[in-house]
C-alpha cells in the first residue's frame, strides 16, 4: 500500500498520467440519481397493482355474503344484519357484534334497516392485521349494496357515509366515480 501512493505520488511529480480504474464520484451520483427517478416511477404502480389484487378477496367475501343473504331473503321475506343466522363461514366474526367480521386485510360491516329489510348493504373497509385503516393513502373501501329488486352495486369510495372517491380507487374501479363492474 504505501510503495503503491509512493509511486503514484513519484509519477505525479514527474508529470506523467495516472490511470485508475473505478468510477468517479459524479458517475455514482448520476446512477444514483437515475435508480432513485426509476423507483419513483414504479413505487406508485406497485402500490396500485398490491391494492388491486387485495381487493379480489374483499370482492369474493362481499359475493359469498350476497349469495348467503339472498338465500336468506328468499326463505325469510328479507335481508338480516345478524351474519350467524347466515348459512355461511366467515372469519373472525365479532363477539359483541354480530354484524361484523374482519380478515387480516380487511373489516366488513353488514348493515340491514330494521324496518325496510328489502335492502341491503356491506362494507368492506380496507385494514392490516385486521384493524381498519382511518388515515393515509389506504384509508378506503368498497361498498356494496343490494336493492328490493336484487340490483346488486358495488363502489369504492373512503368510508361508508362518505362518497368522496380516493386516489387508490382508479386502481381498483377503472372509473372516476368509483363504480365498479
Known sequence: MKNTFCARLG????????????????????VVLIIGILA?????????AVEKSRSSEAFTLLANLVNAEKLYKLSTGGFTGDL???????????ADDASKFSTSDW????????????????????AK?????????????????VDSNGQVTRKCQLNAGNPVVPKICSAISNSADGIIK
Request: glycine share 8%.
Open 84 to 94: 350467524n343466522q347466515l348459512d355461511l363461514e366467515l372469519p373472525n366474526i365479532s
Open 129 to 145: 392485521n385486521g384493524v381498519r385503516i382511518t388515515t393515509g393513502d389506504l384509508c378506503y373501501g368498497i361498498l356494496l349494496t
Open 107 to 126: 373489516e366488513f360491516t353488514v348493515s340491514v334497516h330494521p324496518l325496510y329489510t328489502s335492502t341491503f348493504s356491506a362494507f368492506a373497509a380496507r
Open 40 to 48: 419513483g416511477i414504479a413505487l406508485p404502480e406497485y402500490t396500485k
Open 11 to 30: 509519477a505525479l511529480i514527474k508529470g506523467a498520467t495516472i490511470t485508475t480504474k473505478g468510477f468517479t464520484l459524479m458517475e455514482l451520483l448520476v
